[in-house]
């Protein structure tokens, strides 16, 4: 779990990353960010483009997720300037259509309680995303019924599987029962 903490989420964070062309100048979404992982890494990808992180934030939460985190990380990294929270539920997100040129989340799909609720929280990504925009997420379970819903929604996906060393150190150590996918997709 230690690796995972300081080394391993920033390389699965860098190789989810480099899924996407970037310009520099986009208008990035966290879905589900809790302490900004993705936000942060979106964040230092641009020069002039903004990233916004959005969660619930359960305060009871072991891992202290809570918005300022999201800025504390982001100052760390020296991109607070170009990083905003707000609070929001991934199957209702308090933005409007077309509003981002970028989409990522990050390990949020399985904390989805049911089948409608993960489809709703595709159609909200694929409804925030520009026409042309880019999708970039992963997760270890339900990531094929992410696909599916995704292409519905307009949003032409890809599923594949995350591979790499740890992978196969998680694999080994967990018995096989963990393999995290990513999805990464244009809406049309």
């Known amino acids: ?9 920033l ?14 100048d986009e208008s990035v979404l ?3 960010c809790g302490r900004g992982l993705l936000t942060v890494g979106a964040a ?16 009871a939460a072991i891992s202290g997720n809570r918005a300022d985190s999201v800025l504390e990380n982001a100052a760390v990294e020296g991109v607070q300037a170009r990083v905003e929270v707000k609070h929001g539920d991934a199957r209702e997100l308090p933005f409007a259509d077309g509003a981002f040129d970028v989409v ?15 489809e709703r ?14 999708l970039a ?15 519905r929604f307009g949003v032409e996906s890809e599923r594949a599987r995350d591979g790499c060393v740890s992978f196969w150190l998680s694999a080994i150590l967990n018995f096989g029962a963990v393999r995290t996918y990513h999805v990464v997709g244009t809406k049309r």
């Open 121 to 134: 929280m595709m159609r909200e990504m694929a409804r925030v995303l520009k026409p042309g925009g880019r």
């Open 44 to 59: 230092s990808r641009l020069s002039s483009g903004s990233a916004v992180g959005v969660d619930v934030w359960n305060r």
């Open 30 to 32: 966290d879905v589900g």
């Open 11 to 24: 390389a699965l964070r860098e190789r989810l990353l480099d899924k996407l062309p970037w310009r520099g």
């Open 1 to 9: 779990m230690l690796f995972y903490s300081k080394v391993g989420k």
């Open 137 to 151: 997420m992963v997760d270890f379970i339900f990531t094929d019924e992410c696909v599916e819903d995704l292409r």
């Open 104 to 118: 990522v989340s990050n390990f949020v799909v399985h904390e989805m309680k049911s089948r409608a609720d993960r």
